[in-house]
């Protein structure tokens, strides 16, 4: 592979949405941000340097970071911030992977504009296992705030109650023609030859909803999730949750025109507020500007057989060239609760008294002041302890009513596992509160989806129903609301890695904890030593 070297330039930009200005976090004065375009098998840099007041890191979500845990960049996880006025150069090598992931800020609730796509293109001369596109078009989904978004976390906080919704859904940074204060003209313009094939890298980087993804009049065909080729599949609506990609292939093989694009959300729970659609075009070429558009209907917010045909849907491309290693047996089995809570907060005037909290197996997980990475590498003690619970210390079940206690523990505490050990990970909606669909995402590794079911996983009976063949193979996936999935995954990256939430929301709740992977016996089975550069703490 090649060496690439980016700057990303931290700095605040005004931008106007919705009728309204105001300053963002951007990376280089774009939002979104930068496209990061490398090879697999390439070596790449990025110096991050920080011109605003916050602290910042960024994470290159879905790149492995195979013996490079010091460049995942989890805040307090894997590094210390990197300070105003100071610069950090993220280094790894992407191995073994190519297609869609993303990068955003990972501290506080940056994230929001502070993101952008990365295209992992194939080894020079190997093609894609599917006809080559005319195109390729990255399409980033996500959310806007016309306040501050911080401003809109630490009001949540001090309140104890949940955060107020953003005001917009986007396509590439805009709400689209449908919106408010918005043109037929307005939003993102996909250009389309007829009969030409284009390929989308569709990208959820909003910070808290689960979306569709439709373009009018045409079908999709998926390819590839989470930089991982899939069995092609047709359908008009695709589900993606924050931190998921999925690239289609779209042939433009209607009438000239206009099309409409949509990306609505998708929350299965009766106290879902946010139903804004954000919208974009499908634009024929030799169509005049304005001529009228071909509108779809976005499956209702709640369209749970939406939802569960397209994750259903989907499997390992499994070939002789790109083949599905699911690990046959299991060394760590684990089950894991997740979901909300409620605990004391006497500060708390708006939440009377008590605040909105989120936990896996009960453990509300507390961001330490060391990053504990290096707190492991150096082995400082009293930074984290090694005794997060393999399986729920309290007993739920889901399809009588929750727990009586739904009060949670707070602790800073990591699950140990060996060098190369297999790992079975149920995840269990706990539907406390609520039921909800949680996006899990693992860092470091990607897992198979083995198993999925509503209501209780029962031991005895949930395993039989395991793809051990085909299932998908990903970094990022949903527990469905009032039941669970179930994950694989092998323990080959030495490292500290996080597994949490990614509805913002619920990481800022405590929906996180860590795994913490030996380092193995061979040469190349070790954490490399951190980089000169690493900021301290
Ligand atoms: Cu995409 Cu831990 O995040």
Not at 79 to 108: D, E, M
Not at 256 to 283: C, E, Q
């Amino acid at each position: 592979g090649m060496v690439r070297h980016y700057k990303f330039n931290v700095v605040m930009k005004n931008t106007t949405r919705l009728c309204s200005s105001k300053p963002i976090v951007t990376v280089n004065g774009k939002f979104p941000g930068p496209t990061l375009y490398a090879r697999e098998g390439d070596n790449v840099l990025v110096k991050v340097t920080n011109h605003v007041k916050y602290n910042v890191t960024i994470h290159w979500h879905g790149i492995r970071q195979i013996r490079t845990g010091w460049a995942d960049g989890p805040a307090y996880i894997t590094q210390c911030p990197i300070q105003p006025k100071q610069s950090y150069v993220y280094n790894f090598t992407i191995t073994g992977q190519r297609g869609t992931l993303l990068w955003h800020a990972h501290i506080l609730w940056l994230r929001a504009t502070v993101h952008g796509g990365i295209v992992i293109l194939p080894k020079l001369h190997v093609p894609y296992p599917f006809p080559a596109p005319h195109k390729e078009v990255i399409v980033i989904l996500g959310e806007w705030w016309k306040s501050d978004t911080e401003a809109v976390i630490n009001e949540a906080l001090k309140s104890g109650l949940a955060p107020n919704v953003s005001d917009a859904h986007t396509i590439n940074g805009h709400p689209g023609p449908m919106s408010t204060c918005a043109t037929s003209q307005d939003g993102f313009k996909l250009k389309v030859d007829s009969g030409k094939t284009y390929m989308l890298r569709i990208i959820n980087a909003a910070l808290n909803e689960e979306l569709f993804f439709k373009v009018a009049g045409h079908q999709l065909t998926v390819v590839e999730v989470d930089a991982v080729y899939t069995k092609p599949f047709k359908t008009d609506t695709i589900l993606i949750a924050p931190g998921q990609t999925t690239n289609v292939l779209l042939t433009a093989d209607q009438g000239a025109g206009r099309y409409l694009v949509t990306a609505s959300p998708f929350m299965d729970s009766p106290i879902a507020v946010d139903n804004k659609t954000a919208t974009a075009t499908v634009h024929y070429t030799n169509t005049v500007a304005t001529s009228t558009i071909t509108t779809t209907n976005p499956p209702p917010q709640n369209a749970t057989p939406v939802a569960s045909n397209f994750i259903d849907s989907l499997r390992s491309l499994n070939s002789e060239q790109y083949p599905a290693k699911v690990p046959s047996k299991v060394d760590h089995s684990l089950l894991f609760t997740v979901g909300l809570g409620i605990n004391p907060c006497p500060t708390c005037a708006a939440g009377n008294g008590s605040r909105a909290v989120a936990a896996i197996n009960n453990v509300s997980f507390v961001m330490p002041t060391t990053a504990l990475l290096q707190a492991h590498y150096f082995n400082i003690s009293g930074v984290f302890t090694k005794d997060f619970p393999g399986n729920p210390p309290i007993t739920f079940n889901f399809t009588s009513s929750g727990p009586a206690n739904r009060q949670t523990m707070s602790g800073t505490r990591l699950y140990p596992l060996a060098y190369n050990s297999t790992v079975q990970v149920v995840l269990q909606d706990t539907g406390i509160i609520t039921p909800e669909n949680h996006p899990l995402h693992l860092h470091g590794f990607n897992f198979f989806a083995v198993g999925r079911g509503l209501g209780n996983y029962i031991p005895k009976t949930s395993p039989k129903t395991f793809n051990l063949i085909d299932p998908i193979e990903r970094n990022t996936i949903g527990v469905p609301s009032g039941g669970w999935t179930a994950i694989r995954f092998r323990a080959d990256n030495p490292g500290i890695w996080f597994l949490h939430c990614h509805l913002e929301v619920h990481t800022t709740w405590g929906l996180k904890m860590a795994f913490v992977v030996d380092n193995g016996k061979g040469p190349n089975e070790s954490l490399l030593p951190p980089p000169k550069d690493l900021p301290t703490c």
